[in-house]
């Protein structure tokens, strides 16, 4: 019999203190770091890559709610500062990326959108005119809300026959 069989026989001991002091539950030494487990890593891998999905997915919502946010609020500056449809037979003509679009205008709108006092901008799948002084603003919020006017460039050629002939601007075919 062994030495623990003997203390147990004799009633120094019993079987649940024997369990206690069985060679797996002894405390680990200091110097001895502490194995962890395949499992135990796996996990806190697993664990480690949700988090980062996580904070991933919070900040694309967080952006996405800051866009509309944004997109509010250029609505509500053009509601605010557009200045009224004109029921008008002149058009101002710009391109729109690729696109070619015009306006109804007056003569003293269409001077002030050729010298950068009003600009047109993209409201609700057409388009509005907003003056100058909301322009900043609205370009603040998206920059693609406004449609970039360019004027066309003045090209004299030395070569050319009729430079001295001027077409002129608001000539109506």
């Not at 996990?43 to 709610?65: T, V």
């Not at 959108?113 to 609700?124: F, S």
Request: charged residues 30%; contains cysteine; glycine residues 4%.
């Amino acid at each position: 019999m062994s030495l623990r069989d003997q203390l147990i026989q004799a009633g120094l001991g019993t079987k649940k203190q024997v369990k206690g002091t069985s060679k797996g539950q002894r405390p680990r030494s200091r110097h001895q770091p502490e194995q962890v487990s395949a499992e135990k890593l796996a996990a806190s891998q697993a664990q480690a890559a949700k988090n980062a999905r996580d904070q991933e997915l919070n900040r694309r919502q967080q952006e996405k709610a800051a866009a509309k946010a944004r997109r509010a609020q250029v609505k509500q500056l053009i509601d605010q500062c557009r200045l009224p449809a004109v029921q008008s037979d002149e058009y101002f003509n710009f391109a729109d990326g690729t696109r070619l679009a015009r306006l109804a205008v007056t003569p003293q709108l269409r001077e002030q959108l050729i010298q950068g006092k009003a600009a047109v901008v993209r409201y609700e799948g057409h388009y509005a005119v907003v003056p100058e002084a909301a322009v900043e603003r609205i370009r603040e919020r998206d920059e693609h809300a406004i449609v970039p006017y360019v004027p066309p460039a003045e090209s004299v050629d030395k070569d050319d026959p009729y430079k001295d002939f001027v077409v002129p601007d608001d000539l109506v075919w």
